[in-house]
């Protein structure tokens, strides 16, 4: 994955529970652009020597997970009783829980991650790195305006890709009061649900600076690795071009709302 963002010249976020070492991404991808997908454990040390490896690593930024105080109920995981296999291992804990023999959640001890993070860790991480901070899973104004408040430089309306909490709202029917209340001050990001380029151009006309892929990448790797990949983001660069050119866009500083009909609830 990290091979094809560098190719097509796109951010590729690296997860925390990753089954590469972040050292490994980079050795794959030197000059490709990376930030880091960051939680924050019971054990802060944990996050800390974490953040001192990326930073070591050339990593432009953290994006720090809000949404999972705890694990949702993910009932297809359950219903297939789902365990990371045997010959996969989260690398960048690769060492840390040793000789653990208790139950597990994805490749990690129970119970590990902090359910008592709160707004005044956003200081917390400042204090301990100079990196910028992106907040992922902000769905509401609310939010939106402490994430301003507290200093952040961008978030990511983001519902964890529906797995989370069952019924909650879909990140492109969160993103326009987010937009509005932000005004401009940090950068807004969406991810969830973009299947088509014309999904990308619809959350860029509401006014997320860029967008996320999750799912897509996924099968693009499980089809045919790097080179599925990197057909995945062509087919979403090459629809996203037809859609704004169908839309009347000649470049990106043309994309607006007047594209767009927002539904009223």
């Not at 802060?44 to 999972?68: P, Q």
């Not at 969160?174 to 151009?201: C, F, H, M, P, W």
Request: net charge neutral; with cysteine; aromatic share 8%.
């Amino acid at each position: 994955v990290s091979q094809a963002a560098e190719a097509l010249n796109v951010c590729y976020v690296a997860s925390t529970y990753a089954t590469c070492s972040v050292e490994e991404i980079v050795s794959t991808a030197p000059e490709g652009l990376r930030w880091f997908q960051l939680y924050v454990y019971r054990d802060r040390k944990l996050s800390e020597h974490l953040i001192r490896r990326v930073e070591s690593l050339g990593f432009k930024a953290l994006v720090l997970t809000v949404d999972v105080p705890y694990t949702g109920k993910r009932r297809s995981d359950i219903r297939n009783n789902f365990r990371l296999p045997p010959h996969l291992k989260v690398k960048n804990f690769e060492g840390v829980f040793e000789g653990h023999k208790g139950p597990d959640n994805y490749g990690v001890p129970l119970h590990t991650l902090d359910p008592s993070v709160s707004w005044k860790d956003i200081c917390w991480l400042r204090s301990i790195t100079s990196l910028p901070i992106v907040i992922k899973g902000i769905l509401t104004k609310e939010d939106a305006e402490l994430a301003v408040v507290y200093g952040v430089q961008g978030i990511i309306v983001s519902n964890h890709g529906g797995r989370q909490l069952d019924g909650e709202l879909a990140t492109i029917d969160a993103l326009s009061e987010i937009v509005d209340v932000v005004q401009g001050r940090i950068e807004v990001y969406l991810d969830g649900g973009i299947r088509t380029g014309s999904d990308v151009l619809k959350a860029l006309a509401i006014g997320a600076k860029c967008v996320f892929i999750g799912r897509p990448i996924v099968w693009g790797l499980s089809y045919k690795g790097e080179e599925g990949v990197k057909g995945v983001l062509q087919i979403l660069l090459d629809e996203f071009r037809l859609s704004m050119a169908l839309s009347g866009c000649r470049d990106i500083s043309e994309i607006n709302r007047n594209l767009i009909q927002l539904s009223k609830l």
